[in-house]
Structures are given as C-alpha cells and as structure tokens.
C-alpha cells in the first residue's frame, strides 16, 4: 500500500511521463507494475519481469525505464560486475563516474571495463514511491540483473537526447566488445545543391536525416552525430544495423518519392572506445574508421558491409532476402591487406 505521500507523488510523478510520449495504455500497466509488484523485485526492477509483465521488447522497455528515470519514478545504478563471479565490484550514479578497471576482492582479479560484457545497469523504483523493504536493505549479497547492459543505453536514441550530462569524462574512453556502425553519406550532394540551390537541397537533406532518424531509431539505434550530409549510427548488433540500412535503401530507392536523394551506406562491426567528443558520446578507433571506409566503397543505393557483418549469423535472415550479393577485396585507406566487403543490392 502506498502513503499517501507516495501516492500524490505517483500522480504528479505519471503525469508528467505522459508528456514524454508515453501511450496512455502503456502508463497504466506501468503504474500497475509499481504499485502490484512485490518491492523486493523493485529494487532492484527485473528487468525480463518487467519485459514480459509490460509487454515490451528490450529497446522499448529500455527507453520507458529511461523515461521513468528522467521523471523521477526510477533511480538508475551502473554495476560493475565481476567476469568470473558477477558479483558487483563498483557502482556508480552516472557514467561519468564509471572506472575503466576493477577489482574483485571475491576472485582476486582484476580487469578492465567493457560496457556490453560487464557494465550492468541496473533500475530500481524511486523510494519516494516504495522504500527498499529491510530484506533487501539487510542482505549482504545486492540482488543483480543482467538484463540490460551499459551498451543497450548508448545505443538508445531516448539515453542519447535526454541523457545530455551522462558522458564518459574527457580524459579517457571506456571500451566496448562489439559495437555495429553504420555510414551513410549523400551521393551526389554538390551537384544537387547547383542544380537545386542551397535552400531547396537543405530541406531534402533535412528531411532525408529525419527518414533516416526515424528508420534507425525503429530498427533499435541511434544517430552518433550528422557530419555535413553525412551520418553516423550505432546499434547493439549486426541484425539490427543491417535491417536499418536495408530500409533505408528500399524506402529511397524503391519508394521513387525521393529521386534527388541517392545514399551510400557501410555497415561494420568491431570493439571501440567510447569517448567524449564535445560533451557527447562517441566512438574511436580502427572500427569507425573502417565503418566509414566501407561506407565510401559504396555506389549509391547499395548496402557495403564488412566481413564482420557478413559472418554474424544473426545477418543470414536479411542477407537471404537480397537479389543479389557481390564479393569485393577492396583496399582500404590505411590498411596492408585488402579487405574483404560485401555488396548487397536489391537489383541483379
Ligand atoms: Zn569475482
């Protein structure tokens, strides 16, 4: 039973997350899940529980935890967990305060942070709404959840736009096992702002970053930063990325609504550092500058990826569906050995 200063707080608290686009069938199950649920699971929330009770997939149901957060309905924690035992060797509020190494004094080993293996991120209902009951409080071992990992946030569009003061300190990078990049760049461009003029081509390409948004945003990414005409998008893996650029493709090239807008497209996976660039999240290293080196090999209307994309089995359902797949050892601006990349084109 909530107090009644609790239950004021709720309704201030659910009012203000149905600003934030939040279906209001989709704000009473929340509600509902807050106030049925045993506050032992709420604190920490289980985050598959939570999945299946709301009906969610994982990015949805990370960006309405997101949003729970942001209207104070939720406390976000970032555990370190230990690779051998998982147990929790640090917590931190914010990602800033996140450290690159650790230590487990259980295991007696140490070892550097990578965001997608050991950063779990844990939620918990606010305790103006439920107090952390004395069984929690009292037991030595914090129940965990390995649900949802530092990378399913950087990879959410919701972390990346309302999140702002969440980001890595200046000084250094956090490492990340396996992060899918995409490039896309217009092809074409200066052509299309002389025959068309500047204003007129700003509006399409405008237009064409909101499609694009919109497209990699369904597809469970986001927008890393636009770059001139330029974009670059993360995902957790290779299947969401390649779905994303794949449509991209078919709603430009099949839809015929955009004849001036042709884009190249690069797919490629790998580790990276996760970096501070200009008070945002970014990414560093050999893997983006691959990415976006497959992504200049591409033609227009096509789809390059990487032999990393190619060989990740969660690919083969998108790659079965292409008309046509052409293999091409291409040289890549500094790198010895030409690199294998994949053409995939929707025509023969
Ligand atoms: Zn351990």
Known sequence: MLSNDALTY???????????????????????????????????????????????????????????????????????????????????????????ASFCPMCDVGFD?????????????????????????????????????????????????????????????????????????LKGSTELYEKIGDLNAYRIVREHFGILDEIIGRNNGTVVKTIGD???????????????????????????KNPSVVIKMGLHAGPALVVNLNGKIDYFGSTVNIAARVQNLSKGGDVFISKSIFDDPRSLKYLRKMPAIFRYKAKLKGIKEDYQVYQLNRKK
């Open 10 to 100: 709720l309704n201030s608290r659910m009012a203000s997350l149905q600003t934030d686009r939040v279906e209001p069938e989709l704000a009473v199950k929340l509600r509902d899940y807050i106030t049925k649920t045993d506050p032992e699971k709420l604190h920490p929330i289980r985050s598959e529980d939570f999945r299946k009770t709301l009906g969610l997939s994982k990015y949805p149901a990370v960006t309405l935890l997101l949003k729970s957060v942001k209207h104070g309905l939720m406390d976000i924690d970032w555990s370190t967990c230990c690779p051998k035992c998982s147990g929790v060797t640090h917590h931190a509020s914010s990602l800033n305060t996140v450290e690159e």
């Open 113 to 185: 942070l990578s965001v997608d293996e050991n950063l779990q991120v844990i939620f918990s209902v606010s305790e103006n709404l439920i107090p952390v009951p004395e069984s929690v409080r009292n037991s030595q071992a914090m129940a965990h959840d390995h649900g949802i990992t530092g990378s399913d946030l950087l990879n959410n569009a919701y972390f990346r736009h309302n999140f702002s003061n969440e980001v890595v300190s200046e000084d250094r990078g956090l490492k990340i096992k396996n992060i899918t990049l995409l490039f896309t760049d």
């Open 230 to 256: 330029a974009v670059m998008a993360s995902f957790s893996n290779s299947e969401d990325g390649l779905n994303a650029g794949i449509e991209i493709q078919e709603h430009f090239t099949l839809s015929g």
